[in-house]
């Protein structure tokens, strides 16, 4: 039984030293190509984000609104190119929010006064 072992062990040696570089010089991470797809594709998203955000931001209701509160629309407008990730995407998902919301000219929607004032605060927060 001791000498099977051996035997075996002589016999897959060669084989592992042989085959193991191969293994090794395989990659497993992704391609350029891919990480440059993958990076596209992110950068696409947070543009449409961002554009999200300040197409809220430009409204003149919006501006209006945020004028009789005494926030600066200016401020949270440029504090929209600092924003990535989670930030970014709750700060749009409220946005789109608010562009649903008064698509249809109801500007006295509770709602939606209320996610302008999130998301104002919020960007605003976020760029101090």
């Known amino acids: 039984m001791r000498k099977s072992y051996k035997l075996v062990a002589v ?23 891919t990480r440059q ?13 961002r554009a999200a955000v300040r197409r809220v931001l430009d409204r003149s209701d919006v501006r209006q609104l945020a004028a009789a509160m005494a926030l600066d629309v200016s401020d949270a407008a440029s504090a929209v190119a600092t924003l990535s990730g989670t930030d ?13 919301a008064l698509a249809g000219g109801s ?14 605060i919020i960007v605003i927060l976020l760029a101090k």
């Open 11 to 33: 016999l897959l040696l060669p084989a592992l030293l042989v085959f193991a570089p191969a293994f090794a010089q395989q990659s497993r991470i992704a391609d350029a190509a």
């Open 37 to 49: 797809l993958a990076l596209a594709g992110q950068t696409e998203r947070d543009d449409a984000q």
């Open 88 to 100: 970014l995407a709750a700060a749009a998902e409220r946005a789109q929010a608010v562009e649903t």
């Open 107 to 120: 500007n006295t929607v509770v709602i939606s006064t209320t996610t302008l004032l999130l998301v104002l």
